[in-house]
T-cell receptor, first 112, second 112 residues
Framework: QKEVEQNSGPLSVPEGAIASLNCTYS??????FFWYRQYSGKSPELIMS????GDKEDGRFTAQLNKASQYVSLLIRDSQPSDSATYLC????????????FGKGTKLSVKP | DTEVTQTPKHLVMGMTNKKSLKCEQH?????MYWYKQKAKKPPELMFV???????INESVPSRFSPECPNSSLLNLHLHALQPEDSALYLC???????????FGPGTRLTVL
């Protein structure tokens, strides 16, 4: 059973702090890794995609990938109350032409 | 146009009704997906269309019937649903099967 593991949280950080969200995956042949943000009652919104080892930065967001450790993370700098949401880690299933395997999500709460 | 649209936003139906959910994208994407999401759970893949052909049916009950009339449109026909089918139904699209997926706003379905 291919799995994506996330700490369900809630992760609580003060406004302005760095929020660190972590994800591990079991499928060694996974090639693509995504972070989605989902506000309560809304649909998932793609915020980061990463395909190779290392860091990828986009504004206040940095995704980090380590394929050897089967680990992907998302850092949110200068966290804002509007970042409060559930963050879903998704990994492509290497054996199924790209189906996404989702983690259960980490709920982030940014306190003013 | 960089979005996926879904109609209706909300749907309430009885167990004997027949209804359809609609999804549309004009990004030229050739893969489209239906997901089901229950509260506090990640999205679950139901169907995948790639180049207008059904690639995977994830053992979804036959009371759900997908249709892809053309490369921009995706329908989900519903018949004789059960109360446990109440959920947020999400449509997504991607350039190809292995590319990042973009979600529509979803249809909130309630089965009475």
């Amino acid at each position: 059973q291919k799995e994506v593991e996330q700490n369900s949280g809630p992760l609580s950080v003060p406004e302005g702090a760095i929020a660190s969200l972590n994800c591990t995956y079991s499928d060694r042949v996974s090639q693509s890794f995504f972070w989605y943000r989902q506000y309560s009652g809304k649909s998932p919104e793609l915020i980061m995609s990463i395909y190779s080892n290392g860091d990828k930065e986009d504004g206040r967001f940095t995704a980090q990938l380590n394929k050897a450790s089967q680990y992907v993370s998302l850092l949110i700098r200068d966290s804002q109350p509007s970042d409060s949401a559930t963050y879903l880690c998704a990994v492509t299933d290497g054996g199924s032409q790209g189906n996404l395997i989702f983690g259960k999500g980490t709920k982030l709460s940014v306190k003013p | 146009d960089t979005e996926v649209t879904q109609t209706p936003k909300h749907l309430v139906m009885g167990m004997t009704n027949k209804k359809s959910l609609k999804c549309e994208q004009h990004m030229g994407h050739r893969a489209m997906y239906w997901y089901k999401q229950k509260a506090k759970k990640p999205p679950e893949l139901m169907f995948v269309y790639s180049y207008e052909k059904l690639s995977i049916n994830e053992s979804v009950p036959s009371r759900f019937s997908p249709e892809c009339p053309n490369s921009s449109l995706l329908n989900l026909h519903l018949h004789a649903l059960q109360p446990e089918d109440s959920a947020l139904y999400l449509c997504a699209s991607s350039r190809t099967r292995s590319d990042e997926q973009f979600f529509g706003p979803g249809t909130r379905l309630t089965v009475l």
